[in-house]
Protein backbone atom coordinates (compact mmCIF):
# COMPACT_ATOMS: atom_id res chain seq x y z
CA UNK A 1 0.00 0.00 0.00
CA UNK A 2 2.89 2.51 0.93
CA UNK A 3 4.93 1.70 -1.89
CA UNK A 4 1.75 1.98 -4.38
CA UNK A 5 1.09 5.84 -3.01
CA UNK A 6 4.76 6.48 -2.71
CA UNK A 7 5.34 5.62 -6.41
CA UNK A 8 1.96 8.11 -7.66
CA UNK A 9 3.42 10.55 -5.42
CA UNK A 10 6.93 10.24 -7.43
CA UNK A 11 5.57 10.36 -10.69
CA UNK A 12 3.10 13.33 -9.84
CA UNK A 13 5.00 15.56 -7.90
CA UNK A 14 6.83 16.77 -11.05
CA UNK A 15 3.37 17.62 -12.22
CA UNK A 16 2.85 19.78 -9.22
CA UNK A 17 6.11 21.56 -9.58
CA UNK A 18 5.92 22.38 -13.42
CA UNK A 19 2.44 23.97 -12.24
CA UNK A 20 4.03 25.86 -9.58
CA UNK A 21 6.29 27.34 -11.70
CA UNK A 22 4.01 28.17 -14.52
CA UNK A 23 2.05 29.62 -11.97
CA UNK A 24 4.50 32.13 -10.89
CA UNK A 25 5.62 32.45 -14.34
CA UNK A 26 1.96 34.07 -15.39
CA UNK A 27 1.85 36.04 -12.56
CA UNK A 28 5.00 37.71 -13.16
CA UNK A 29 4.77 38.73 -16.54
CA UNK A 30 1.06 38.97 -16.90
CA UNK A 31 0.09 39.84 -13.41
CA UNK A 32 -0.95 43.93 -14.08
CA UNK A 33 -3.50 43.24 -16.75
CA UNK A 34 -6.63 42.57 -15.33
CA UNK A 35 -8.66 39.05 -16.06
CA UNK A 36 -6.42 38.39 -18.78
CA UNK A 37 -6.26 34.77 -20.25
CA UNK A 38 -3.11 34.34 -18.18
CA UNK A 39 -4.46 34.86 -14.84
CA UNK A 40 -6.73 32.88 -15.47
CA UNK A 41 -3.98 30.32 -16.48
CA UNK A 42 -2.71 30.73 -13.49
CA UNK A 43 -5.34 30.11 -11.14
CA UNK A 44 -5.56 26.73 -12.89
CA UNK A 45 -2.15 26.06 -11.87
CA UNK A 46 -2.21 27.19 -8.27
CA UNK A 47 -4.86 24.44 -7.42
CA UNK A 48 -2.82 21.73 -9.90
CA UNK A 49 0.33 22.73 -7.45
CA UNK A 50 -1.78 22.38 -4.17
CA UNK A 51 -3.38 19.50 -5.08
CA UNK A 52 -0.50 17.05 -3.53
CA UNK A 53 0.75 15.54 -0.38
CA UNK A 54 4.42 16.49 1.16
CA UNK A 55 5.99 15.24 4.50
CA UNK A 56 8.09 18.03 5.37
CA UNK A 57 7.38 20.29 8.08
CA UNK A 58 6.54 23.95 6.90
CA UNK A 59 7.98 26.78 8.51
CA UNK A 60 5.75 28.16 11.78
CA UNK A 61 6.62 31.87 10.35
CA UNK A 62 5.71 33.35 13.83
CA UNK A 63 7.69 36.50 13.50
CA UNK A 64 5.78 39.05 15.56
CA UNK A 65 2.75 39.46 17.05
CA UNK A 66 0.80 41.95 18.67
CA UNK A 67 0.25 41.73 22.03
CA UNK A 68 -2.48 42.66 24.48
CA UNK A 69 -2.34 46.05 24.66
CA UNK A 70 -1.81 46.53 20.67
CA UNK A 71 1.87 46.56 20.86
CA UNK A 72 3.63 44.75 18.09
CA UNK A 73 6.09 42.63 19.65
CA UNK A 74 8.91 40.19 17.58
CA UNK A 75 8.97 36.86 18.36
CA UNK A 76 12.12 34.46 18.60
CA UNK A 77 11.72 31.10 18.18
CA UNK A 78 13.74 28.18 19.42
CA UNK A 79 15.11 24.41 19.98
CA UNK A 80 15.40 23.96 23.65
CA UNK A 81 14.93 19.90 24.18
CA UNK A 82 14.99 16.93 21.80
CA UNK A 83 14.29 13.44 21.67
CA UNK A 84 14.17 10.63 18.60
CA UNK A 85 10.82 11.55 18.43
CA UNK A 86 10.14 15.25 19.33
CA UNK A 87 11.79 18.76 19.67
CA UNK A 88 10.44 21.05 22.06
CA UNK A 89 10.28 24.40 20.67
CA UNK A 90 9.86 28.01 22.31
CA UNK A 91 8.37 30.89 21.03
CA UNK A 92 9.40 34.21 23.11
CA UNK A 93 8.99 37.59 22.94
CA UNK A 94 12.12 39.56 22.10
CA UNK A 95 12.35 41.75 25.94
CA UNK A 96 10.07 40.16 27.43
CA UNK A 97 10.25 37.59 30.08
CA UNK A 98 8.30 36.34 33.42
CA UNK A 99 4.97 35.96 31.56
CA UNK A 100 2.98 32.39 32.57
CA UNK A 101 4.78 29.14 30.25
CA UNK A 102 2.64 27.24 28.15
CA UNK A 103 3.28 24.09 27.08
CA UNK A 104 1.29 23.40 24.08
CA UNK A 105 1.07 19.72 23.58
CA UNK A 106 -0.09 19.03 19.42
CA UNK A 107 -1.69 16.34 17.87
CA UNK A 108 -0.12 12.99 16.45
CA UNK A 109 -2.61 13.00 14.08
CA UNK A 110 -1.28 12.86 10.61
CA UNK A 111 -0.41 17.14 10.37
CA UNK A 112 2.37 18.79 12.36
CA UNK A 113 2.68 20.95 14.83
CA UNK A 114 2.28 23.80 12.21
CA UNK A 115 -1.24 23.48 12.12
CA UNK A 116 -1.30 25.06 15.36
CA UNK A 117 0.89 28.36 14.32
CA UNK A 118 -2.60 30.32 14.55
CA UNK A 119 -3.32 28.98 18.09
CA UNK A 120 0.49 29.79 19.17
CA UNK A 121 0.37 33.49 17.77
CA UNK A 122 -2.19 33.90 20.43
CA UNK A 123 -1.21 32.65 23.07
CA UNK A 124 1.95 34.42 22.79
CA UNK A 125 -0.15 37.54 23.67
CA UNK A 126 0.13 37.45 27.16
CA UNK A 127 2.06 33.95 27.47
CA UNK A 128 5.45 32.35 26.78
CA UNK A 129 4.60 29.32 24.68
CA UNK A 130 6.27 25.76 24.71
CA UNK A 131 5.03 23.23 21.52
CA UNK A 132 5.54 19.45 21.04
CA UNK A 133 7.17 19.80 17.79
CA UNK A 134 6.23 16.07 16.79
CA UNK A 135 8.71 14.43 13.91
CA UNK A 136 8.01 12.42 11.25
CA UNK A 137 8.06 8.56 12.43
CA UNK A 138 9.71 7.61 8.80
CA UNK A 139 12.10 9.60 8.98
CA UNK A 140 13.37 7.94 12.40
CA UNK A 141 15.06 4.85 11.94
CA UNK A 142 14.13 1.90 13.64
CA UNK A 143 17.34 1.22 16.01
CA UNK A 144 15.41 4.79 17.70
CA UNK A 145 13.06 2.38 18.91
CA UNK A 146 9.21 2.34 19.15
CA UNK A 147 6.44 5.07 20.25
CA UNK A 148 3.40 3.82 21.76
CA UNK A 149 0.66 5.76 23.61
CA UNK A 150 3.16 5.59 26.75
CA UNK A 151 5.77 7.40 24.63
CA UNK A 152 3.40 9.63 24.08
CA UNK A 153 2.62 10.66 27.76
CA UNK A 154 5.96 9.95 28.39
CA UNK A 155 7.38 12.69 26.38
CA UNK A 156 4.92 15.18 28.08
CA UNK A 157 5.98 14.03 31.70
CA UNK A 158 9.41 14.87 30.55
CA UNK A 159 8.93 18.42 29.04
CA UNK A 160 7.04 19.43 31.90
CA UNK A 161 9.97 18.90 33.87
CA UNK A 162 12.17 20.58 31.46
CA UNK A 163 10.42 23.39 31.30
CA UNK A 164 9.98 23.80 35.15
CA UNK A 165 7.54 24.28 38.15
CA UNK A 166 4.50 26.01 37.49
CA UNK A 167 4.15 25.63 33.70
CA UNK A 168 0.28 25.56 32.34
CA UNK A 169 -0.41 22.60 29.99
CA UNK A 170 -3.13 22.71 26.99
CA UNK A 171 -4.03 19.76 24.84
CA UNK A 172 -6.16 19.79 21.59
CA UNK A 173 -7.98 17.32 20.53
CA UNK A 174 -5.91 14.13 20.41
CA UNK A 175 -3.12 14.52 23.17
CA UNK A 176 -5.82 15.30 25.95
CA UNK A 177 -5.58 12.07 27.12
CA UNK A 178 -2.20 11.71 27.66
CA UNK A 179 -2.24 15.26 28.93
CA UNK A 180 -4.74 14.05 31.76
CA UNK A 181 -2.95 10.63 31.91
CA UNK A 182 0.43 12.46 32.95
CA UNK A 183 -1.00 15.42 34.95
CA UNK A 184 -2.69 12.79 37.23
CA UNK A 185 0.44 10.18 37.09
CA UNK A 186 2.71 13.28 38.37
CA UNK A 187 -0.01 14.80 40.92
CA UNK A 188 0.09 11.03 42.15
CA UNK A 189 3.96 11.12 42.35
CA UNK A 190 3.44 14.37 44.06
CA UNK A 191 6.18 15.71 41.53
CA UNK A 192 7.24 19.44 41.79
CA UNK A 193 6.80 19.66 38.15
CA UNK A 194 2.68 19.03 38.31
CA UNK A 195 1.02 21.59 35.93
CA UNK A 196 -0.75 24.82 37.74
CA UNK A 197 -3.63 24.36 35.45
CA UNK A 198 -4.77 22.24 32.45
CA UNK A 199 -6.84 23.26 29.54
CA UNK A 200 -8.15 20.52 27.44
CA UNK A 201 -9.69 21.14 23.97
CA UNK A 202 -11.96 19.22 21.82
CA UNK A 203 -10.67 15.93 23.26
CA UNK A 204 -11.99 12.03 22.97
CA UNK A 205 -12.11 11.91 26.84
CA UNK A 206 -15.33 9.70 26.64
CA UNK A 207 -16.14 8.84 22.94
CA UNK A 208 -19.89 7.24 24.63
CA UNK A 209 -20.60 10.95 24.76
CA UNK A 210 -22.96 11.80 21.49
CA UNK A 211 -20.28 9.70 19.09
CA UNK A 212 -19.37 11.36 15.80
CA UNK A 213 -18.56 9.72 12.72
CA UNK A 214 -14.83 9.17 13.92
CA UNK A 215 -15.64 7.79 16.73
CA UNK A 216 -18.65 5.10 15.16
CA UNK A 217 -15.43 4.16 12.25
CA UNK A 218 -12.73 3.55 15.07
CA UNK A 219 -15.61 0.75 16.96
CA UNK A 220 -17.36 -0.41 13.72
CA UNK A 221 -14.32 -2.83 12.94
CA UNK A 222 -12.11 -5.08 15.22
CA UNK A 223 -8.32 -3.76 15.86
CA UNK A 224 -7.34 -6.78 14.03
CA UNK A 225 -9.28 -5.38 11.04
CA UNK A 226 -7.36 -1.65 11.57
CA UNK A 227 -4.12 -3.82 11.62
CA UNK A 228 -4.54 -5.65 8.76
CA UNK A 229 -5.71 -2.73 6.68
CA UNK A 230 -4.62 0.04 7.41
CA UNK A 231 -1.27 -0.50 8.72
CA UNK A 232 1.71 -0.07 5.85
CA UNK A 233 5.28 -0.17 6.02
CA UNK A 234 8.43 2.37 5.24
CA UNK A 235 9.74 2.15 1.58
CA UNK A 236 13.38 1.60 1.56
CA UNK A 237 14.20 5.61 0.23
CA UNK A 238 13.32 6.74 3.88
CA UNK A 239 15.53 6.52 6.54
CA UNK A 240 12.63 5.03 8.56
CA UNK A 241 12.57 1.89 6.32
CA UNK A 242 11.37 -1.21 7.64
CA UNK A 243 8.88 0.54 10.23
CA UNK A 244 4.83 -0.08 10.47
CA UNK A 245 2.94 2.83 10.02
CA UNK A 246 -0.60 4.20 9.74
CA UNK A 247 0.37 6.60 6.92
CA UNK A 248 -0.56 9.91 7.06
CA UNK A 249 -2.05 9.86 3.56
CA UNK A 250 -4.87 7.58 4.84
CA UNK A 251 -5.53 9.85 7.70
CA UNK A 252 -5.83 12.90 5.64
CA UNK A 253 -8.42 11.38 3.02
CA UNK A 254 -10.27 10.19 5.57
CA UNK A 255 -11.05 13.54 7.36
CA UNK A 256 -11.23 14.56 3.96
CA UNK A 257 -13.90 11.83 2.71
CA UNK A 258 -16.16 13.46 5.64
CA UNK A 259 -16.59 16.90 3.88
CA UNK A 260 -15.56 16.92 0.17
CA UNK A 261 -17.80 19.09 -0.75
CA UNK A 262 -16.42 21.64 1.22
CA UNK A 263 -12.88 20.76 0.12
CA UNK A 264 -14.16 21.41 -3.51
CA UNK A 265 -15.97 24.57 -2.48
CA UNK A 266 -12.84 25.82 -1.08
CA UNK A 267 -10.63 25.36 -4.45
CA UNK A 268 -13.44 26.85 -6.59
CA UNK A 269 -13.21 29.98 -4.47
CA UNK A 270 -9.61 29.60 -4.61
CA UNK A 271 -9.97 30.20 -8.48
CA UNK A 272 -13.09 32.55 -8.20
CA UNK A 273 -11.25 35.10 -5.95
CA UNK A 274 -7.29 34.71 -7.59
CA UNK A 275 -9.05 35.64 -11.14
CA UNK A 276 -11.18 38.52 -9.56
CA UNK A 277 -7.83 40.22 -7.70
CA UNK A 278 -9.47 39.15 -3.95
CA UNK A 279 -5.77 38.35 -2.86
CA UNK A 280 -6.17 38.41 0.76
CA UNK A 281 -8.90 35.66 0.57
CA UNK A 282 -7.23 33.50 -2.06
CA UNK A 283 -4.17 33.35 0.41
CA UNK A 284 -5.56 32.28 3.20
CA UNK A 285 -7.26 29.10 1.21
CA UNK A 286 -4.10 28.69 0.03
CA UNK A 287 -1.90 29.12 3.28
CA UNK A 288 -4.20 26.75 4.72
CA UNK A 289 -4.45 23.76 1.83
CA UNK A 290 -0.42 23.96 2.13
CA UNK A 291 -0.23 23.79 5.68
CA UNK A 292 -3.07 20.90 5.59
CA UNK A 293 -1.29 18.76 2.93
CA UNK A 294 1.77 18.44 4.85
CA UNK A 295 1.34 15.03 6.63
CA UNK A 296 3.55 12.71 8.65
CA UNK A 297 2.84 9.27 9.46
CA UNK A 298 1.75 7.44 12.71
CA UNK A 299 3.77 4.99 14.40
CA UNK A 300 1.58 1.75 14.31
CA UNK A 301 1.69 0.64 17.88
CA UNK A 302 0.56 4.48 18.68
CA UNK A 303 -2.23 4.92 16.24
CA UNK A 304 -3.61 0.84 17.31
CA UNK A 305 -3.40 1.27 21.23
CA UNK A 306 -5.32 4.72 20.63
CA UNK A 307 -7.96 2.82 18.44
CA UNK A 308 -8.00 0.50 21.30
CA UNK A 309 -7.33 1.98 24.74
CA UNK A 310 -8.97 5.80 23.90
CA UNK A 311 -12.00 4.45 21.19
CA UNK A 312 -12.91 0.99 21.23
CA UNK A 313 -12.09 -0.08 25.02
CA UNK A 314 -12.96 3.64 26.79
CA UNK A 315 -10.01 2.93 28.84
CA UNK A 316 -9.94 6.29 30.38
CA UNK A 317 -13.94 6.64 31.58
CA UNK A 318 -13.81 3.51 32.40
CA UNK A 319 -10.93 3.82 35.31
CA UNK A 320 -8.69 0.57 33.40
CA UNK A 321 -6.11 3.14 31.88
CA UNK A 322 -2.19 2.02 32.58
CA UNK A 323 0.92 3.77 32.46
CA UNK A 324 3.76 1.79 31.98
CA UNK A 325 2.12 -0.99 33.68
CA UNK A 326 0.28 1.69 36.86
CA UNK A 327 -3.05 2.56 36.78
CA UNK A 328 -3.53 6.12 35.70
CA UNK A 329 -5.72 8.05 38.74
CA UNK A 330 -7.63 11.19 37.29
CA UNK A 331 -8.63 11.38 41.29
CA UNK A 332 -5.70 12.04 42.08
CA UNK A 333 -5.45 15.43 40.81
CA UNK A 334 -6.10 17.94 43.98
CA UNK A 335 -4.34 21.29 42.19
CA UNK A 336 -4.23 21.57 39.27
CA UNK A 337 -6.94 23.81 37.89
CA UNK A 338 -8.92 22.36 34.96
CA UNK A 339 -10.86 23.70 32.11
CA UNK A 340 -12.13 21.64 28.98
CA UNK A 341 -13.53 23.52 26.03
CA UNK A 342 -15.59 22.47 23.42
CA UNK A 343 -17.36 23.31 20.16
CA UNK A 344 -20.96 23.25 19.26
CA UNK A 345 -20.64 22.11 15.45
CA UNK A 346 -17.49 19.64 16.39
CA UNK A 347 -18.06 16.81 14.11
CA UNK A 348 -14.81 14.97 15.11
CA UNK A 349 -15.47 15.05 19.27
CA UNK A 350 -19.00 15.63 19.81
CA UNK A 351 -20.40 17.16 23.13
CA UNK A 352 -19.70 16.13 26.30
CA UNK A 353 -16.27 13.89 25.38
CA UNK A 354 -14.10 16.92 26.77
CA UNK A 355 -16.65 17.72 29.35
CA UNK A 356 -16.27 14.41 31.18
CA UNK A 357 -12.54 15.09 32.39
CA UNK A 358 -14.91 17.17 34.88
CA UNK A 359 -16.52 14.54 36.39
CA UNK A 360 -13.40 12.61 36.30
CA UNK A 361 -11.35 14.45 37.86
CA UNK A 362 -13.59 14.68 41.35
CA UNK A 363 -10.71 15.04 43.38
CA UNK A 364 -10.33 18.89 42.43
CA UNK A 365 -12.24 21.55 44.47
CA UNK A 366 -15.46 22.94 42.38
CA UNK A 367 -13.36 26.32 41.75
CA UNK A 368 -10.63 24.92 39.88
CA UNK A 369 -13.07 23.18 37.80
CA UNK A 370 -14.72 25.05 34.52
CA UNK A 371 -15.43 24.76 30.79
CA UNK A 372 -16.81 26.90 27.91
CA UNK A 373 -18.97 25.42 25.23
CA UNK A 374 -18.33 27.87 22.19
CA UNK A 375 -21.40 28.43 19.90
CA UNK A 376 -21.07 27.99 16.17
CA UNK A 377 -17.93 26.62 15.78
CA UNK A 378 -16.54 23.42 14.55
CA UNK A 379 -13.79 21.35 15.38
CA UNK A 380 -10.99 23.55 13.90
CA UNK A 381 -12.58 26.77 15.20
CA UNK A 382 -12.12 25.47 18.95
CA UNK A 383 -8.31 26.14 18.54
CA UNK A 384 -7.69 28.61 15.95
CA UNK A 385 -9.60 31.37 13.89
CA UNK A 386 -11.82 34.45 15.09
CA UNK A 387 -13.93 32.89 17.65
CA UNK A 388 -11.04 30.96 19.05
CA UNK A 389 -9.36 34.41 19.26
CA UNK A 390 -11.91 36.34 19.98
CA UNK A 391 -14.32 34.48 22.48
CA UNK A 392 -12.49 31.01 23.43
CA UNK A 393 -8.86 32.55 24.29
CA UNK A 394 -10.10 35.41 26.75
CA UNK A 395 -11.81 32.03 28.77
CA UNK A 396 -8.33 30.32 28.39
CA UNK A 397 -6.20 33.20 30.04
CA UNK A 398 -8.58 34.03 32.29
CA UNK A 399 -8.28 30.02 33.52
CA UNK A 400 -4.55 30.49 33.63
CA UNK A 401 -4.62 33.86 35.27
CA UNK A 402 -6.91 32.40 38.10
CA UNK A 403 -4.02 29.17 38.62
CA UNK A 404 -1.06 31.68 39.18
Request: aromatic share 10%; hydrophobic share 40%.
Amino acid sequence: MYRAYQTFANLHDPVRLFASASERVSKNWFGNFSLNPMQRLAAHYEQISLLGFTHSRPDFKIKSIVDSLGAEQLVHEELVYSTHFCHLVRFTKEGIAGQPKILLVAPMSGHFATLLAGTIKTLLKDHEVYVTDWLNIRDIPLSCGDFDFDSYVEHIINFLQVIGPDTHLMGVCQPTVACLAATAVMSEDKSPYVPASMTLMAGPLDVRMIPTKVNELATSKPITWFEEKLIGVIPSQFNGTGRRVYPGFLQLMAFMSMNPDRHAESFRKLYEYRVNGDTEKADAIHEFYEEYFAIMDLSAPFYLETIRKVFQDCDLPNGTLTYRGRPVNPKAIKKTFLLTVEGEKDDICGIGQTLAAQDMCNGLAGYRKSHHLQAGVGHYGVFNGKRWEAQIYPVVRNHIQSAL
